[in-house]
């Protein structure tokens, strides 16, 4: 786990401050979630993010690691930001809500590499919701590895 890729710019991508309460709420939620074998609360690489390190028991072999990282901020921006890292590769996709000059407020940078410009989108505005919706999606590119 390296973060020291296009996720740095998570911490400029809103003027408010960083929800350290929310991303003490959801490192609480996560740390029994059986998904996760590790949280890191504010990396060193990172400190206004929190990592999730997601089980490998989910992927092939050919997926060494995969992790997502949340930055949320108190005026309701965030960014979701979820990697994998393949023996050939990374994949890159990331849900971000926030000014932008490139994108409407609400907006994903796909996978497999998280381009700029991304798609506009629109997202849930509860927090949970938010969640739960990027975390099915992963969950739902997890599934595919083993499907047919």
């Not at 690691?65 to 393949?86: K, P, T």
Request: glycine share 4%; aromatic share 12%; hydrophobic share 30%.
């Amino acid at each position: 786990m390296t973060g020291q890729d296009a996720s740095s710019e998570s911490n400029s991508v809103s003027s408010a401050p960083i929800d350290f309460d929310r991303l003490d709420l959801i490192r609480d939620r996560f740390a029994t979630d059986e998904r996760f074998t590790q949280i890191v609360d504010q990396p060193e690489f990172a400190s206004e993010r929190l990592v999730c390190v997601y089980d490998t028991r989910f992927y092939p072999s050919s997926v060494q690691n995969a992790r997502v990282e949340i930055v949320w901020f108190e005026n309701g921006d965030f960014s979701l930001h979820y990697y994998e890292n393949h023996v050939e590769g990374t994949f890159d996709h990331r849900w971000d809500r926030h000014p932008s000059d490139h994108n409407a407020r609400d907006h994903i940078h796909p996978g497999p590499d998280a381009p700029t410009p991304g798609d506009d989108s629109s997202h849930p505005s509860d927090w949970r919701d938010v969640l739960s919706m990027a975390l099915a999606e992963i969950e739902a590119r997890q599934r595919a590895f083993w499907d047919g």
